[in-house]
């Protein structure tokens, strides 16, 4: 396969929950050489309401941990979201714990202390479940999406997109067929400011320009829709 896997998750926010302050600190450091953002908290109940007032694509969660531990936090997530990429980190093997992660959808579960290579498989398959195990899509009109590249594919041609246009059409693609409004996009392109409409009407005319003006459809008042 001619693609890094991980390049997919270069432009992703990942959110890592574990009440051990080494380890945490150790895995936001490394986890910065992969993501965009990320963001490490110590226990489940400051996570859920992290999650209230913030986008993630991906989660890294510890079981054991006070206030609210990792299992039950990711069994209130999953009632929200069914599809987010979710990583267990435990010292724990109990059949137990590995039956509970089965049954909450986890994509992998690793053991402490952390193994780079397992780390980085762990990562492989986290990517692979983001763009649902296709890292090249059909848009429309011969036009293809390379998750990798972040780029467009066209009659032979690469048409380059900037990063706010990736990250937006990739959020398109996740949600094709649900009207995204003003306020979703916004939340997801940016942090913390506040950026106007017509920021956000910009990236769509430039992505209507390089691909195609039906790539995406005006929501009157409200926002706009992706579907073939």
């Not at 209230?52 to 069994?75: H, Q, R, T």
């Not at 956000?200 to 039906?214: C, F, G, M």
Request: glycine share 4%.
């Amino acid at each position: 396969m001619d693609c890094n896997l991980l390049d997919i998750l270069s432009d992703k926010r990942v959110l890592c929950v574990d009440d051990e302050e080494g380890i945490l600190t150790n895995l936001v450091e490394i986890l910065e050489n992969f993501f965009q953002d990320v963001k490490g908290l110590k226990d489940g109940k400051l996570a859920l309401e992290e999650l209230e007032f913030n986008s993630y694509d991906v989660l890294f969660f510890d079981i054991c941990m006070p206030k609210m531990d990792g299992l039950e936090a990711i069994k209130k997530i999953r009632e929200i979201d069914s599809k987010i990429p979710i990583v267990i980190l435990s010292a724990h093997t109990d059949q137990e714990y590995l039956w509970k992660a089965v049954e909450l959808k986890i994509t992998k579960f690793l053991k402490k202390p952390l193994d780079k290579n397992t780390l980085l498989e762990a990562l492989k398959k986290v990517a692979l479940e983001l763009v649902d195990n296709h890292v090249i899509v059909e848009l429309l009109k011969g036009y293809k999406y390379d998750f990798c590249k972040k780029s467009v594919l066209h009659k032979g041609k690469t048409i380059n997109l900037s990063k706010s246009e990736s990250k937006l059409l990739e959020y398109f693609l996740k949600n094709k067929g649900n009207v995204l409004s003003f306020e979703q996009i916004a939340d997801y392109l940016w942090d913390f400011e506040q950026p106007s409409k017509e920021a956000i009407k910009s990236i769509i005319k430039e992505l209507r320009r390089k691909i195609d003006h039906d790539i995406v459809k005006n929501i009157y008042g409200i926002g706009y829709i992706y579907e073939i």
